[in-house]
């Protein structure tokens, strides 16, 4: 009964996906103002389709653009994390994402910026562009871990993001999911929909501290914010 209701989930989240998706696109391309609103309510809809729920302490703060940085858990990450969202954001995401059919397309036109972490070269090229989104007041989206657990606990946190927050001055900003990993690991084809705990932390200044230090301080607070 699992695997069959798992199915019918995938199947019908791939075809909302085939069905939705080019509308937005359209319309974002036609309606740029709304892209963002329009992504939010998008994301939403399929954290719904997959039979999840998303319950939330607050949005992100609006007086001030910041290095978002959140646990890495689930693909559902994708859907979930944006539901807290609000003005303009980016992200910094794997290069393999930008080989996905209509999903590549979506982030072009959200300016995500591709990432090669086995290309220290390209890597650097693409946390300078970030600095310059956030520059223009885009949040940046990071999932400092890298990749997504494979026992539930929180993982190492890798640099780059942090030296993103300390180059340009930029506040990071953590959030929390929780009982995604119960949702949908990345060692299980089931899904068992359920509810997503969202929590959105005090923001963490960058100003006169070292990569280390930062990173150091935003794990800790993650883990109290997990626990």
């Not at 997959?50 to 990450?77: R, W, Y």
């Not at 940046?140 to 030296?163: A, M, N, Q, S, Y």
């Not at 960058?206 to 301080?217: G, H, I, W």
Request: charged content about 20%; hydrophobic content about 45%; some cysteine.
């Amino acid at each position: 009964m699992n695997y069959f209701r798992s199915l019918v989930l995938y199947i019908f989240a791939g075809l909302s996906f085939m069905f939705f998706g080019p509308i937005i696109l359209l319309v974002i391309i036609i309606y740029p103002k709304i892209s963002y609103k329009l992504i939010i309510q998008f994301c939403k809809l399929m954290i719904t389709i997959f039979g999840c729920k998303i319950q939330s302490n607050s949005k992100i703060p609006e007086n001030e653009t910041f290095v978002i940085m959140a646990n890495h858990v689930s693909f559902l990450d994708v859907f979930a994390i944006p539901s807290v969202f609000t003005g303009k954001f980016s992200a910094i995401a794997a290069s393999k994402n930008f080989k996905i059919p209509i999903y590549a397309t979506f982030l072009k036109k959200l300016r995500v910026i591709s990432i090669d972490r086995s290309n220290r070269k390209q890597s650097i090229i693409g946390i300078k562009q970030a600095e310059t989104l956030l520059k223009e007041g885009y949040h940046i989206v990071i999932l400092p871990e890298g990749t997504r657990t494979r026992t539930g606990d929180l993982g190492e946190f890798k640099k780059g993001g942090f030296h993103l927050a300390i180059n340009t001055g930029a506040s990071i900003l953590p959030i929390t999911t929780k009982g995604l990993f119960k949702i949908k690991p990345i060692m299980r084809w089931l899904i068992k929909p359920g509810v997503i705990d969202i929590k959105v932390g005090k923001p963490i200044k960058s100003e006169n501290k070292t990569v280390n230090e930062l990173l150091e301080e935003t794990h800790s607070i993650f883990l109290k914010m997990l626990n």
